[in-house]
């Protein structure tokens, strides 16, 4: 097999065409092309690129989509390939930090919200492609109760495709209206208060969203350490005396959250 290296002049000529796509300033292809022309007829791989690189941000954030419309959101998209371009070949799980950058572009955009929706576009899917869990069980815990251990005792987990979001305004509703495409209504508001989510993929592979309260989440936050239910009770009580352990543990059961740990 040749492993002689490249020759520097050809490398120059890839490094300067890679910097014209990433960045689209023509100042890198006259050392790669002599004349105007060519320089021209770049432009139709720059062109490729941006497409490719929007249209994987498009499927990656189709709420934030649908919240500023396909043109802005092309705009948006557009100076974020600029500013942040792809470095790898493949662009699966493109557009991380796109989350970090509309909260960076704000006074452009004037959208608060904007990046709560990303984060939670983002979120959903992180869940889609997690691996499979274990799911807790009935029969779980039925057995463990049979080797003479208490409940309480019980070490549980969040399966792989659950996550824990603290949002800074309310928009579990306006989102899940929009992700089934439906329209939102003409007096649809999304006030600026803290929302705490669970987001998880049940077993029919259906992706969910409960909202949380301050109790609730510092159950699940307790069991996400590898902590036994007792001490994920102590978690929820110390914030809400009167919180409904069993009922809130049944529902946990019944919707899929709980995986056996491993």
């Known amino acids: 097999m040749n492993t002689r290296p490249m020759p520097e002049d050809l490398a120059q000529h890839f490094r300067s065409f890679a910097a014209y796509l990433q960045s689209g300033e023509t100042d890198h292809l006259s050392r790669v092309f002599p004349g105007a022309d060519e320089i021209s007829a770049a432009a139709v791989y720059r062109n490729g690129f941006l497409r490719g690189s929007i249209e ?45 950058f509309l909260e960076q572009q704000l006074e452009q955009h004037g959208l608060a919200y904007l990046p709560d929706f990303a984060r939670l576009d983002q979120a959903w899917l992180r869940a889609y492609f997690a691996e499979d869990s274990t799911i807790l069980s009935e029969d779980n815990i039925e057995q463990w109760q049979q080797a003479g251990n208490d409940i309480e005792n019980l070490v549980a987990t969040l399966p792989a495709s659950a996550e824990l979001l603290t949002l800074e305004h309310g928009i579990r509703t306006t989102w899940l209206t929009l992700k089934s495409n439906k329209t939102l209504a003409g007096n649809t508001r999304i006030d600026a208060r803290e929302e705490h989510l669970l987001l998880w993929r049940d077993v029919e592979h259906q992706i969910r969203v409960r909202e949380l309260n301050r109790a609730e989440l510092a159950f699940l936050q307790t069991l996400g350490k590898n902590s036994t239910l007792a001490q994920a009770a102590v978690s929820a009580l110390e914030l809400d005396a009167g919180f409904p352990i069993i009922e809130f543990f049944s529902e946990l059961l019944e919707t899929d959250v709980l995986a056996v740990n491993v």
């Open 56 to 100: 994987a941000l498009r499927n990656s954030y189709p709420v934030v989509e649908q919240l500023v419309g396909d043109e802005y959101f092309d705009l948006l998209a557009e100076n974020y390939v600029t500013r942040y371009p792809p470095q790898q070949a493949t662009l699966v799980n493109y557009g991380k930090s796109f989350p970090q």
